[in-house]
């Protein structure tokens, strides 16, 4: 899993349900599944995808030293010629980059013995970043990640097989002609947990349409569309619009990614009082444009109030926190009266860190049967686990599952 595991284990618990998921250590997900049936670049959580190759009924080093030389002696065998790329990664266990160092430098000299020609990454950390495994081809035909992680008293052996690819978000975050730093920069990888949240597990198909009411510059509806659902945004502000249309119509769909196929709809529109009508490709500048009449599920970044660099005081604080639920309850109120029973959505709402690692919520969120929702409950991550923050940050974002009535 990523920086906060909670999150991850919920999106994939949305995408493939609890029965298949065992949570292992701290960060590890065992999945029952074949590493195929993961779409793991759909994954905003997830940073790096595994095939088992065997559980060890030990953590002791010296026993994990000798799984990791015969697991790596075997994969090198089946390997074709040329130059083998290496590297070890450990997850809650205690081991040292010394001991890792070690366990490679063994793997290496049994490879060469083989007639193999091996270079070793060096560990900085006792795991490798992702950045690292990128690079060096780890995941490539003649790379071999060994990652080691503890599952209570025992070690589950694994090789990677896939990486987060960072490259490809950076280009989807910073590539984007039109960003806005006072609306918050929504990260692409958040955005992918947003919208998998709220599709539950339905298959991508442009029949099924998220729609984000608070588009901003487009990064959900531009993750939804990659995905391969079709895309319906709007926002209050003519400008927000203009820079969606910029960023997903023109800069995305359009210029890269002609090859989706599902639908995309822009428009200006109040959420706490927008109303349904049938509408395709809208970009007048006035507030005649509608939703349409059939929305799948609903996946968007809410209005998060005024941002700060410190806490404020508490009146301040209070007020913001007043106008930022009153939004969201007027947008709850509004749309639960035009979706069917049983949609889902997923909205990052605002939350402030008032103390390290404690959060002041938005009232509404203890009366939400009241609005007419059930909040969605997972297995294995608590409510209070699904916010996405830095450690220094005030305003928090919580991401609030919720289905209607």
């Not at 006792?126 to 209570?152: F, K, M, P, W, Y």
């Not at 959060?359 to 609005?371: E, I, M, N, R, V």
């Amino acid at each position: 899993m990523g920086r906060q595991p909670a999150i991850g284990r919920a999106e994939l618990e949305s995408l493939y349900g609890a029965d298949v998921l065992e949570p292992v250590g701290s960060v590890g997900v065992l999945c029952d599944m074949p590493s195929s049936a993961v779409a793991f670049d759909r994954l905003g959580g997830s940073i790096k995808l595994c095939n088992v190759l065997e559980i060890i009924p030990s953590t002791d080093w010296r026993q994990l030293q000798t799984a990791i030389i015969a697991a790596g002696t075997r994969l090198g065998a089946e390997i074709s010629e040329g130059k083998i790329q290496l590297g070890i990664s450990a997850f809650d266990l205690r081991i040292s980059t010394r001991q890792l160092t070690a366990g490679g430098l063994e793997l290496k000299k049994a490879l060469r013995k083989a007639g193999r020609s091996v270079r070793l990454v060096q560990n900085q950390e006792v795991a490798l970043n992702s950045a690292q495994v990128i690079h060096n081809h780890l995941t490539g035909e003649r790379g071999i990640e060994l990652v080691l992680i503890r599952h209570d008293n025992r070690t589950i052996l694994a090789r990677t097989a896939a990486e987060q690819d960072i490259a490809a978000y950076t280009e989807r975050d910073r590539g984007r002609p039109k960003r806005d730093a006072r609306v918050g920069m929504l990260p692409p990888k958040l955005a992918q947990i947003i919208v998998n949240l709220a599709a539950d597990g339905t298959a991508p198909s442009p029949d099924f349409t998220i729609l984000n009411p608070f588009c901003g510059t487009g990064v959900v509806l531009q993750e939804a569309l990659l995905m391969g659902f079709s895309a319906y945004g709007t926002d209050l502000e003519q400008r927000m619009v203009d820079y969606t249309i910029a960023n997903v119509h023109d800069w995305f769909y359009m210029t890269n990614h002609p090859e989706l196929r599902g639908n995309l709809t822009i428009a200006k529109g109040d959420a706490t009082d927008h109303m349904w009508r049938d509408s395709r490709y809208n970009t007048e500048k006035d507030d005649t444009s509608w939703w349409p009449a059939k929305i799948n599920a609903i996946a968007c970044e809410t209005y998060l109030g005024q941002p700060y660099v410190a806490l404020p005081d508490r009146a301040k604080l209070d007020t913001n926190i007043r106008t930022c639920n009153l939004i969201l309850e007027k947008f709850l109120k509004n749309i639960g009266g035009q979706i069917a029973t049983g949609t889902r959505l997923c909205l990052a709402v605002p939350a402030w860190q008032t103390k390290p690692d404690q959060f002041k919520h938005l009232p509404l969120l203890d009366h939400l049967s009241d609005l007419g929702y059930n909040r969605i409950d997972f297995k294995y991550t608590r409510d209070s686990e699904l916010m996405y923050y830095r450690p220094d940050q005030i305003v928090a974002r919580e991401l609030l599952v919720i289905t209607r009535k």
